[in-house]
DNA sequence: TTGATTGTGTACTGATTGGTACGTATATTA
DNA sequence: TAATATACGTACCAATCAGTACACAATCAA
């Protein structure tokens, strides 16, 4: 019966929350449709469930990873690449659960608690991101001047990107040079991360 | 009846090609369901159609200014700065409707041809970013060795995630802020692109 | 061996999906 | 004015949607 959100969790991966019809939903995880009633109530809830499920079987290690590391440059730079990995891993739905959830954000047929936890979701991961570069900060491996809220941002803008890219078929080679191509702006020099403004 | 598809365009924008239903899309335009069928043959052609609507209407005029534009860098920075701004503008639905698109493209009720169409329009804006890049280095404004393949990449990556981000809901004043951040890996110095794994 | 509880599948509900048959009204041509 | 052609809306089609009523089978406590 827990078993049955692992067969779940892919199909909602795969099509979305509206894509995936319950019928759908039953057969992969092998029992009928009432039982899926039964157990979690209605479609939204089963939804719910899976994400959560999807965030501790797919996000956690990351998370840990990205405080494990040492260096803050480094952190980020792995959690980029594992992510990556993650996004183009042919054993599960190419890219982010969250991602491919979010854009489907408009929707009016998305219920409201999807939606809130889907945005709550993926301003957890950026809220990660954030405080590892505060660390960062702290431990002298970033300029005092650096604009960890601008940066974590830039990342998981990135990261949306990548995932965008896996779901359109990019080869994981490709998506880990544009890993690469986009850690090349993390501020070496102290002022670097002062200019907010290039000039144009 | 040409003007139909300016009424359908921001429906399918919205909703996505799964989620819009051709009663909306006939309400939107103003006809009835029949008279749809009678003008487009089917849904899926009826969103081909507006996809090209979308390709011209909101894509053309910033190619062509990143063309216009002398400065390579200034060039690729204008042209993330206004798509940010059309990703934000409350006129239309938010995001990028290519990306939008994309994100469904595993979903096995999307139609072959859109999926085509979709990726057929996501790399030739990806071509388009690449052939500025090349220009700009013939024109000596970046380093020969410079991989302009990877950074056409990692533009196009960025430019889906601030989709992704502006269809979240994000400012556009914090967008605007992440595109400042993601000109930064811009090459100044010779050699700066040589390194394509950086020490992690 | 009872009686009650739990879990599951069959078969249904009303609503909505993409798509169409057909009657009607308007416009055009002669 | 009469005949034809085009355009459009009403009303329908089978299929599928999320969700449920209910009967049957298995398990449990006594």
Redesign the pocket.
């Known amino acids: 019966?827990d078993s049955a959100l692992d067969h779940v969790l892919p199909v909602f991966w795969r099509d979305g929350f509206?894509g995936?019809?319950?019928?759908?939903l039953a057969d992969a995880a092998?029992?009928?449709?009432?039982?899926l009633?039964?157990?979690y109530g209605?479609?939204?809830a089963l939804y719910l469930a899976a994400l959560r499920r999807y965030a501790e079987l797919h996000m956690a290690d990351r998370v840990v990873a990205l405080d494990a590391e040492a260096d803050g440059r480094a952190a980020i730079h792995r959690f980029l690449r594992s992510s990556v990995e993650a996004y183009t891993d042919p054993a599960h739905p190419s890219g982010c659960l969250i991602v491919m959830g979010t854009t489907a954000c408009e929707s009016a047929t998305l219920p409201d608690a999807v939606r809130a936890a889907l945005c709550a979701t993926m301003r957890a991961a950026a809220d990660q991101i954030e405080q590892r570069l505060l660390r960062a900060q702290r431990e002298g491996q970033l300029p005092g001047a650096a604009d960890t809220g601008a940066m974590a941002a830039y990342y998981n803008t990135v990261l949306a990107g990548l995932s965008v890219q896996a779901k359109a078929g990019a080869a994981r080679d490709k998506l880990l040079g544009v890993v690469d191509e986009a850690m090349r702006n993390w501020p070496t020099r102290a002022g670097d991360a002062l200019i907010t403004h290039s000039p144009s």
């Open positions: 019966m509206d995936a019809s319950v019928q759908e092998g029992v009928s449709k009432p039982s009633y039964a157990a209605n479609k939204e």
